[in-house]
């Protein structure tokens, strides 16, 4: 697998999230322009120097894990009385053999790397449901 192979694989989920979520054509601009298109939903984050944190983690889940990113976004959740800020990173893959798994399925749901930014040193990976809103991609559950 090559790196060009992963931005053609990229380019068609981008293309696939765009027209079933209606979503607007900034995450195909900014990739194909060569950056990553991302959106921070938390208004107040305590994180220290937390720019730098993000472009760490996403320069971390490409080098290390031969991974390419297409996309992310921050969130804030409640957890049990914490709150929480959650990076979600989609991704292609080093592996071909996994990209069908990485892929939107019939149920809406997309094979991601989530950090804690408050305890970036445990990623996890998992699958997650996706639509959208104001056209952008969003995480449901």
């Known amino acids: 697998m090559t790196r060009e192979e992963q931005k ?10 765009t027209k079933k979520f209606n979503l607007n054509s900034k995450m195909l601009d900014f990739f194909e322009n060569g950056k990553i298109y991302g959106l921070d939903y938390v208004e ?40 929480l800020e959650i990076l979600n990173i989609f991704y292609v893959g080093q592996n071909k053999e996994d990209w069908k798994l990485e892929r939107l399925s019939e149920d809406n749901e997309m094979y991601i790397r989530t950090y804690e930014l408050d305890n970036p040193g445990y990623p996890e990976l998992g699958f997650v449901k996706v639509n959208s809103t104001d056209g952008n991609l969003i995480r449901i559950s």
């Open 8 to 17: 053609k694989e990229a380019i068609s989920r981008i293309k696939e999230l």
């Open 44 to 83: 107040n984050s305590k994180i220290h120097d937390r720019n730098k944190l993000i472009s760490k983690l996403i320069a971390e889940c490409q080098s290390k894990y031969n991974s390419l990113v297409y996309y992310y976004f921050i969130v804030d959740i409640n957890l049990e009385g914490y709150n």
